[in-house]
Structure formats: C-alpha cells, structure tokens
T-cell receptor
C-alpha cells in the first residue's frame, strides 16, 4: 500500500460525458501528479500540483482540468469524453521539493472506459 | 525534449539473470529511476541512480552511465513473480516531473 488513495477504481461512461477522478496523497506529501496510461503510450504525464498550485503541465488536453485543494487532495476533471480517453489514470505523490524530482508513490489508478 | 528507449518485450527463464537496458537523451539530468508495474497495478519504485556506477539491492541491481545516457536493470535468480513491466524514468532539475519510457514487459517462463 503506497498510501495514495484514488477513487473510483473503475468508471464506465459514454462519449460526451464528464467525470471527476479523485486522489488523496500520502500524508505529508505536498506534490500530486496525474499520469495517463494507455496500452500503446505508456505513462504520460498530465499535470503536477505542489501545495495547491499548478507546478508543471504535460500533454494535458484542454478538455481536461485539475486542481489541488487546501487539504492537498486533488481532482482530475475530464469532459467531452472521447473513446480515446479510455485509459488508466494514475495519481502519484511525492514529498515535493519543487526543484528536484524525487521518488513517486502511485495510487492504484482509476480505470476509465468510454463507450 | 526527452527521449527514453527500452525494449518492448523480453522473455527469460526462471532462475536465470536478465538485463533490461534503457537509453535516454535529456538536459538537466537529475537521476534515473526504475519502477516495476504488474499488469493492471500501480508502478512501484525499484531503484534510483544519480551517480555513475552500480547500485545493488537484493536480487535487483541498477547501473548508470551518465556520459553514455545509459542505464540497465539487472534481475538475478528470476522468479515467476518478476513477470511485469519495468519502467525506466528520468528525473530532471527544475519544475519538470519524471518522464517515463514505455516500459519493458518481462515474461519469466519455467
């Protein structure tokens, strides 16, 4: 158990819909990262938050957004869903020194299926 | 930008030794990580190299050559439970998170 909690574990929805994925980082970790993993692409970095502020942005679509709340949990919002958005979405946390990348602790992931 | 290459698949026999290679091109290098990921599960940390040389941790060892942009993960005394994907990831200084390679799927056979 990494200490990172993600909900829901599985989600099935239809194209055009909107979903919210939730992540609670390890106690004491200030940084939260979101990654998308599909079969042919590997782990793709989406976005990072550090202590409530956006710190880095990767290949995140405009239809996707995220935030980190004062209690440090984070939500990833995916809207206008397309078939290609079906993937495993991982949240990871770290102690979060903003200048040095450290070991990441991953949650179990949220498997999104768009039909 | 960054480029990380590792073989897509490997097969090895139980009890044997396997070496999984990773080459990378990056700027501001700040360490190389190896993660293990069983199918459908979360990646878990295996090793971290920031200086050249070999880091040994039980049955697993990881090697880094910064001048060559090269690392390998060595798994000894392979067990069936070692069947998993092994992800090479590069850390960078500055506000950039880990960048992962596509992973090497290792199958351990009897």
């Amino acid at each position: 158990d990494s200490g990172v909690t993600q909900t829901p574990k599985h989600l099935i929805t239809a194209t055009g819909q909107r979903v919210t994925l939730r992540c609670s980082p390890r106690s004491g970790d200030l940084s939260v990262y979101w990654y998308q993993q599909s079969l042919d692409q590997g782990l793709q970095f989406l976005i990072q938050y550090y202590n409530g502020e956006e710190r880095a942005k990767g290949n995140i679509l405009e239809r996707f957004s995220a935030q980190q709340f004062p209690d440090l949990h984070s939500e990833l919002n995916l809207s206008s869903l397309e078939l290609g958005d079906s993937a495993l979405y991982f949240c990871a946390s770290s102690v979060g020194n903003s200048r040095i990348t450290g070991e990441l602790f991953f949650g179990e992931g949220s498997r999104l299926t768009v039909l | 930008g960054q480029n990380i290459d590792q073989p897509t698949e490997m097969t090895a026999t139980e009890g044997a030794i396997v070496q999984i290679n990773c080459t990378y091109q990056t700027s501001g290098f700040n360490g190389l990580f190896w993660y293990q990921q069983h199918a459908g599960e979360a990646p878990t940390f295996l090793s971290y190299n920031v200086l050249d040389g070999l880091e040994e941790k039980g049955r697993f060892s990881s090697f880094l050559s910064r001048s060559k942009g090269y690392s390998y993960l060595l798994l000894k005394e392979l067990q069936m439970k070692d069947s998993a994907s092994y992800l090479c990831a590069v850390g960078n200084s500055g506000n950039t998170p880990l960048v992962f390679g596509k992973g090497t799927r290792l199958s351990v056979i009897a």
